[in-house]
């Protein structure tokens, strides 16, 4: 067996024995390996000597690139392949060419100026209504993690609890003005007016989603009530009573946390309420690289230490602070089953665009992210932090959280 086989071989079994799974690899040349000894549960098949280069020399992002350029398959089941490679600490930090790849990332596509940030807000959520109605919950299209409390069955059922979770974290009452950062289809806004009374002005930056969003509330007659503006999360204007952030932070950028939290805090009026739903992580890591690269060009993942750093910073209290980690698992788990169903209409949209390069891309993203938060070991997180500009008192928020539960 040659040196770079043998050092793929190792790379792939070294710490098989922390995975619950056996699995084998079929080289390019034919010659096979087995992690350990028993039956295997999916096999990895390398198809060519690139996709066995690639893999030396990048690691677990090799691999996976070389499964989106069809360069290797995965036959077998690719939920537990995924979960197999993380138990085994495939996924660890970045080091040497790959290192270098993620810094050269940031340097050209970095969310500094406005320009590129709305770029790579397009890169993704660009990719039209149609798309995202064939595998997110409906009406909502809601992107984000769902809140499933006991009994919940249907990811419609479990984002219907997350917005009234929110709603009811930030005490949102009828004829308050509440801001909505990040909107995507502008599910929260409706349902906040219907259920809540409130006016809500929707803030995006991908224009597919804006226009969208803008025909949607003409059709259902609430232009009076409901406004969306194109704006960088940086250019949020006037000041509002409370204010929701559901999926913003991991794209604020590497650099930009501070000014995008500061632009949070000069939304809300003095003494109001607002809520930060976010990914992040439990100390200071690098962002995931295929996930820059491939999937949110732009995006970093902060701490939560960074963030409650950038919020004193910024004069806002710490009202609560709530992890979400395994309710993201259910809700990836759901969207990752909805989207291979529907893969054949969704490559009927459009065959160029969704095609079977996108389809490996969009079903690791889906499957392994849902593995990342199910991970008993991981440092990724989904945090929910309720805060008040300025010290909250006892009239303006409860002293317990039983409020939430009745």
Known sequence: MSAMLRTIRTLLTRDAGRAGATFRIVFADG?????????????????????????????????????????????????????????????????????????????????????QAKANARFHYGLGT??????????????????????TQTVEEAQRNKMDHVAQKIRLEAGERFVDIGCGFGGFLFHAREHYGAYGTGINTTTEQVQWLQGEIARRGLGE????????????????????????????GRDQ?????????????????????????????????????????????????????????????IVDIENLRRHYALTLDAWATRFDARWDAIHALDPQRFDERFRR?????????????????????????????????????PMSRAFLYR
């Not at 009406?139 to 993690?145: A, E, G, L, V, W």
């Not at 999937?295 to 230490?305: M, Y």
Request: a neutral charge; charged letters at 20%.
């Open 361 to 397: 891309t969009w079903r690791t993203y889906l499957w392994s992210c849902a593995e990342m938060f199910r991970s008993p070991c991981g440092m990724t997180h989904l945090f929910q932090i309720v805060f008040s500009k300025g010290n909250v008192d006892r009239e303006r928020y």
């Open 257 to 317: 946390l501070h000014a995008v939290v500061r632009a949070h805090a000069d939304a809300l009026k003095p003494g109001g309420l607002g809520m930060l739903h976010f990914i992040g992580h439990a100390g200071v890591f690098d962002t995931e690289f295929y996930i820059r690269k491939h999937i949110f060009p732009g995006g970093w993942i902060p701490s939560l230490a960074q963030t409650i750093e950038a919020m004193d910073a910024c004069g806002l209290e």
């Open 225 to 252: 009530q409901i406004a969306v503006i194109e704006a960088d999360f940086r250019e949020i204007p006037g000041q509002y009573d409370k204010l929701v952030s559901i999926g913003v932070l991991e794209h604020a």
């Open 31 to 115: 010659r096979t390996c087995r992690s350990r000894e028993g039956e295997p549960s999916f096999t990895l098949v390398f198809r060519n000597r690139r996709a066995e280069w690639r893999t030396a020399v990048f690691r677990h992002v090799g691999l996976l690139e070389s499964y989106f350029a069809g360069d290797v398959d995965i036959e077998g089941n690719l939920q537990l392949a995924f979960r197999t490679g993380m138990d085994m600490g495939l996924d660890g930090p970045p080091a040497g060419l790959l290192r270098l790849r993620n810094a050269w990332h940031e340097v050209r596509f970095g969310n500094a100026s406005l320009a």
């Open 130 to 151: 149609d798309f995202y109605r064939q595998w997110l919950d409906l009406p909502s299209m809601m992107y984000t993690c769902g809140y499933w409390k006991e009994g």
